[in-house]
Nanobody
Framework: QVQLVESGGGLVQPGGSLRLSCAAS????????MSWYRQAPGKERELVATIPIFGGRINYPDSVKGRFAISRDNAKNTVYLQMNNLKPEDTGVYYC?????????WGQGTQVTVSS
């Protein structure tokens, strides 16, 4: 059974940092593309970052470029999202996603709220 469990969200002041984690199980993590998405209130879910299996360029939307960084630890079956210099517009539910061929799985999400 595939499971993706996000953690690390919470309330943070503008300019603060959070590190999100997504622990995966039920599939071969090391050969699976992993991504982070987010969904702000009233908006569509958007891609934040995708980390490929064997390294390579990682693209970020302009809204998070230079502030967010995705990484993975294949030994721990975990993907991370380091978020620095957080802004109120980063508020939303953050989801990790696993893509393996024609299959895709979502986590349940973790809430990030940036507010003073």
């Amino acid at each position: 059974q595939v499971q993706l469990v996000e953690s690390g969200g919470g309330l943070v002041q503008p300019g603060g940092s959070l590190r999100l984690s997504c622990a995966a199980s039920g599939f071969t993590f090391s050969t699976t593309v992993m991504s982070w998405y987010r969904q702000a209130p009233g908006k569509e879910r958007e891609l934040v970052a995708t980390i490929p299996i064997f390294g390579g360029r990682i693209n970020y939307p302009d809204s998070v470029k230079g502030r967010f960084a995705i990484s993975r630890d294949n030994a721990k079956n975990t993907v991370y999202l380091q978020m620095n210099n957080l802004k109120p517009e980063d508020t939303g539910v953050y989801y990790c996603k696993a893509d393996r061929g024609s299959f895709g799985w979502w986590g349940q999400g973790t809430q990030v709220t940036v507010s003073s």
